[in-house]
């Protein structure tokens, strides 16, 4: 993933089938390879999404995923 702008941040997402989204942690890109081990818990069903946001995170997705990660 590109490194972001100042003032922004990358936000994991535990995405439900109904799409509730839940806060799964914050990141950086760090160049070549991005990695974070996700916060909380992800359920039977949950989708992981990645979203670009305000430094600091938001309490919900400001944007579609950019990423998205579907159990099987």
């Known amino acids: 993933l590109p490194k972001l702008a100042d003032g922004k941040t990358y936000e994991l997402w535990y995405i439900?089938?109904?799409?509730?989204?839940?806060?799964?942690?914050?990141?950086?890109?760090?160049g070549k390879r991005t990695w974070r081990v996700?916060?909380?818990?992800?359920?039977?069903g949950?989708?992981?999404?990645?979203?670009?946001?305000p430094a600091g995170g938001s309490d919900a997705p400001t944007t579609k995923p950019i990423i998205a990660l579907a159990s099987a």
């Open 38 to 44: 996700l916060s909380g818990t992800m359920a039977k």
């Open 16 to 30: 439900t089938p109904a799409g509730k989204p839940t806060g799964a942690g914050l990141f950086e890109s760090e």
């Open 46 to 53: 949950d989708t992981v999404g990645v979203t670009v946001e």
